[in-house]
T-cell receptor, first 110, second 114 residues
Framework: QKEVEQDPGPLSVPEGAIVSLNCTYS??????FMWYRQYSRKGPELLMY????GNKEDGRFTAQVDKSSKYISLFIRDSQPSDSATYLC??????????FGAGTTVTVRA | ETGVTQTPRHLVMGMTNKKSLKCEQH?????MYWYKQSAKKPLELMFV???????ENNSVPSRFSPECPNSSHLFLHLHTLQPEDSALYLC?????????????FGPGTRLLVL
């Protein structure tokens, strides 16, 4: 069983739709949870950072962590073509050694 | 230059060649990382340096040899690589002082081994 599972997609949505992404994990010791966005030919950039369980909102982005279910989600409201990218979930026990999902490729159609 | 830079951006090498990848961070960070990103696979952590000391070697083959001469520079020396080593190699840095260790990534070096 992989430590972090993420559906690679691809996911294609019309502009303005809500994009829903998620990851499941097996290591109950994870306590730091992140979402990175990676555009083509670029390195990943941090989008959202959450410690322990709960929700976090930043503009059009909402991250949710449910430690009891070992499940994290990212929602993108009012999606734009500029949101087209690969989204990577990442998590760690100690905030240093990150375990990544394989990434979900999202295309937002204008 | 700002952030994390990597050179070269693209590299083609034969299996008998020796080459080096370079990473430089301009963020005043103390921790630096090498990752391997292959298509459809999760990023794989290769090495971690914290205050120039290697703190993690994630069972990486010896044909990959890291070097961290100071907190701003990180190298990955490559020799006798295999075609399956073809991938995007990403460098990252983080503050390295505890607390929220957000990692900032460079653009990567796209490596092709023939």
């Amino acid at each position: 069983q992989k430590e972090v599972e993420q559906d690679p997609g691809p996911l294609s949505v019309p502009e303005g739709a809500i994009v829903s992404l998620n990851c499941t994990y097996s290591n109950s010791a994870f306590q730091y949870f992140m979402w990175y966005r990676q555009y083509s030919r670029k390195g990943p950039e941090l989008l959202m950072y959450t410690y322990s369980s709960g929700n976090k909102e930043d503009g059009r982005f909402t991250a949710q962590v449910d430690k009891s279910s070992k499940y994290i989600s990212l929602f993108i409201r009012d999606s734009q073509p500029s949101d087209s990218a690969t989204y990577l979930c990442a998590m760690s026990v100690d905030d240093y050694k990150l375990s990544f999902g394989a990434g979900t490729t999202v295309t937002v159609r204008a | 230059e700002t952030g994390v830079t990597q050179t070269p951006r693209h590299l083609v090498m034969g299996m008998t060649n020796k080459k080096s990848l370079k990473c430089e961070q301009h963020l005043g960070h103390n921790a630096m990382y090498w990752y391997k990103q292959s298509a459809k696979k999760p990023l794989e952590l290769m090495f971690v340096y914290n205050f120039k000391e290697q703190t993690e070697n994630n069972s990486v083959p010896s044909r990959f040899s890291p070097e961290c001469p100071n907190s701003s520079h990180l190298f990955l020396h490559l020799h006798t690589l295999q075609p399956e080593d073809s991938a995007l190699y990403l460098c990252a840095s983080s503050p390295g002082q505890g607390g929220q260790e957000t990692q900032y990534f460079g653009p990567g070096t796209r490596l092709l081994v023939l």
